[in-house]
């Protein structure tokens, strides 16, 4: 022990001698430095998401001083510098360029440092060279943005605008970008062209990269449910959330009055007749617009005129547009707007795409409600307060204006035969699309640069949703899903349903 302190170039006190001669003695130090609060947070234990300066994790600074020992490093700065990550001990870049510049391996002028292109363009590059005076290899690694986005990595201003948009704004990739890009070339090189300096070790900028390998266990009715793989346990958990959610609005559905749906006579030609309606359809007004979207959307999907008119009726699955639904179909209307949208709009057909239009409902005064005019989903005409959605009467004479003897007619959606054709297997924006992997997804990876690739082009979450409820029946809930798992050919559908 004394010849390998010797070697380090550096006397250590007695108590630090100590500790690197008995665990006991390593204890007494690691505890120490606790105390002193004069090491990074990751040393400590968190409570309520803050960090607890009185549970220190000693054992980790233990591993991170006999780590330090076998580098050859200061304690203190391996302390600063070395850190615990995804099982394990990482360096930072800074320190192995550190390590390598004072080994006496690098031969004059051995490290380069090569800037190309503009951030705001994506076109930014880090290229390092590196060469050793003692064996005369000379060695190049290069990241760049677009390298970054194919990871995953690279914070673009959609990803800002989602749910989570501000954990990203924390991420060290949006705050130092191009840093991150030139970190990640220089460790890249460290490894491969010095990695007996580094001991091989990991830069920690990009091991806390990695994706989080931990089993997820979940107590359940005294039963443990154990997730491996970290996307599954989010889904699980929004699962579970959604069914606990569904729990409490039946709790909720039990304490609300609630107005039996009254016989409404026969029901239009076509027209679903159910007797086991879903409970929400018997519901009062009040009741629906405090239920959950989810749990609406639930009730249209059992009953086939319903699920239909979700589909056809343009515009998100709000509680505003599913409870009209309902409130149409209660009214025995339904059918006669659904049957209107497919006129104005064409066959609903994958293989024949039409735009969504956003037409206005108006019934003329006929014996049959086939002639109303569709209606904006966003703007839909809202029962008076106090009528109940099962003693709806058919809504007349909305428009006061006299009608036109000529009205203009409306312009019909190019026929398969006047659009160009194009194959199945390949789509207009020229995007590559993988083929599903074994497990009939995409790994992170691909699923990303397919998404990345769609966003390059213009095609967000705007242009995704209305095509995914019209050619694919709403099947995917996300971008995001539709990349990781979507066919070869329902990706190229999609894509050539858009701009």
Known sequence: ??????????????????????????????????????????FYEKTGGKVDYTKGKIAAVQSVLIRAYELDLKPTTALQSIIPINGLLTLRVDLMKSMIFSSGTMASRGWTEKEEGDVEAGSYKVTITGKRKDNGIEMSRSFSISQAKRAGLWITPDMLQKQDGYKKKQSAWYKYGPRMVATRAGGFLCRDLW???????????????????????????????????????????????????????????????????????????????????????HWKEEAMKEAKAQKLYDACMQVSITKDAVQVIPGNNTNKK??????????????????????????????????????????QPSETPTEQETVDPDNFMEPAEGDQGGDMEPNKGFDNEPKTTEETPAEQPPTPAEEESIPEDSNKHDINVPELSENNDRPFEVMSE?????????????????????????KFKNMEEFCKLATVAEINLLLNSIG
């Open 195 to 281: 990695g007996d300096v580094i001991d091989n070790s990991v830069s920690f900028e990009e091991a806390r990269d990695y994706p989080e390998d931990t089993t997820t266990v979940i107590n359940k009715d005294g039963t443990e449910i154990i997730i491996p793989d970290k996307q599954f346990a989010e889904d699980r958990s929004q699962s579970i959330t959604s069914k606990a959610s569904a729990k409490i609005d039946e709790a909720t559905a039990v304490t609300t009055p609630i107005q039996p749906a009254e016989e409404t006579g026969p029901s239009l030609p076509g027209a679903e007749v159910d007797p086991e309606l879903p409970s929400e359809f």
């Open 1 to 42: 022990m004394e010849n390998k302190l010797a070697v380090t170039g550096f006397q250590l006190p007695g108590l630090m001698k100590n500790a690197y001669e008995t665990l006991e003695g390593m204890k007494q130090v690691a505890q120490m430095y606790i105390e002193s609060r004069t090491i990074p947070d990751h």
């Open 322 to 363: 599913l409870r009209q639904i309902i409130m149409w179909y209660n009214a025995n209307e339904l059918l006669a707007l659904v049957n209107k949208y497919r006129r104005g709009e064409g066959p609903v057909e994958p293989d024949a795409p039409a735009q969504v239009q956003q037409p206005v409902p108006e019934e």
């Open 450 to 474: 397919l998404y990345l690739a769609m966003q390059e082009k213009g095609i967000l979450n705007e242009q995704f949703d209305p095509a995914n409820a019209k050619l694919l029946k709403g």
